[in-house]
């Protein structure tokens, strides 16, 4: 036993270690009555901050894309559990490396600090939190990148402006809550309580700053996240969806991927999609225009196994 533990303990020691860089980031918000003067309302925070950094392959949040629920349940209530599952899955898929997690801030204009890992394969980050009390307004930066001419940058701010994540229509900051059906596209918020004097003025900004492992980018000696070859299946979105399902699958070795969508009522569709054995994670697309609402369950099928979720489609 004492030899197993000891040959496990040098294995273990002569793996290739991961490159890691270690930056912080601050967060001062700027939002006041002093600067944001039009119906300013009471108790303005700022929700915890939640992110992560990722490769190119993953994208959190965008302009123009539909906000998921992650997204869409940090933006309206401020949390961040959701959104942290979703970043975690995309670590074990290989799209991401590390979750940020921040604190808030609980009487906005104010400041608050975290900490976190990336590496030269993960050199993006995004990172948000709600402007609170709102519909669904937030602020944050989606798919920056802190490597530039293969250099960590050693310090960036950015100016953080507000965005609408589409999902509540209400348009003041304490408005009821309405919610979109369908959800639109997130969108870049340029009036309202945001224009002062016909200026859009900033919210307040990010500052990420390099702590260690700062210098030129490592990346002969990393060992990047294996993706998984395995068939496996993520969580359907949007959920509630509209025109279409998007599915994550990791095919393993199978080509083509069968989709049946089944509701209660024993109607189904089944929709077969080409895949690209041993590519890692991709995503099927179902369109479901033509489907009653209601609750209906998925079954992924590839190869020999079979998985089963379920998606509300709405009308």
Request: proline letters at 8%; aromatic letters at 8%.
């Amino acid at each position: 036993m004492k030899r197993c533990l000891f040959l496990l303990l040098a294995a273990l020691l002569a793996a290739p270690a991961i490159a890691q860089t270690t930056y912080s980031v601050r967060f001062d918000s700027e939002w006041s009555a002093a600067t944001h003067p039009s119906s300013f309302p009471p108790n303005p925070h700022m929700s915890p901050l939640i992110g992560g950094t990722h490769d190119s392959s993953y994208s959190m949040w965008g302009p123009g894309q539909t906000a998921r629920n992650g997204m869409e349940i940090m933006a309206e209530s401020g949390g961040t559990a959701l959104l942290q599952s979703e970043v975690n899955a995309r670590i074990t898929f290989g799209n991401a490396f590390s979750v940020i997690n921040g604190g808030g801030i609980g009487v906005s204009p104010g400041s608050v600090t975290t900490t976190f890992e990336i590496t030269g394969a993960y050199p993006l980050v995004s990172l948000v939190s709600m402007i609170a009390p709102s519909p669904d307004w937030f602020v944050g930066v989606h798919d920056l990148s802190l490597v530039e001419n293969r250099e960590w940058i050693s310090e960036i701010t950015v100016d953080l402006f507000p965005y609408d994540s589409g999902t509540d229509s209400g348009s003041g900051y304490t408005s009821a809550n309405a919610d979109t059906n369908p959800a639109e596209p997130i969108t870049a918020l340029t009036g309202g309580p945001f224009l002062v004097n016909g200026q859009l003025r900033r919210i307040g900004t990010f500052t990420f700053t390099c702590q260690t492992g700062c210098g030129a980018v490592v990346t002969e000696t990393e060992d990047p996240r294996v993706v998984p070859q395995e068939f496996a299946v993520g969580s359907p979105f949007p959920n509630p969806a509209v025109d279409q399902v998007s599915i994550p699958v990791t095919p393993g070795d199978a080509s083509s991927i069968t989709v049946e969508l089944v509701n209660a009522l024993g109607q189904k569709i089944t929709h077969s999609a080409p895949v690209s054995p041993g590519q890692g994670e991709q995503i099927v697309r179902v369109p479901v225009t033509t489907l009653a609402s209601g609750v209906w369950f998925i079954r992924v099928s590839g190869s020999s196994q079979t998985t089963t979720s379920r998606v509300v489609l709405a009308r």
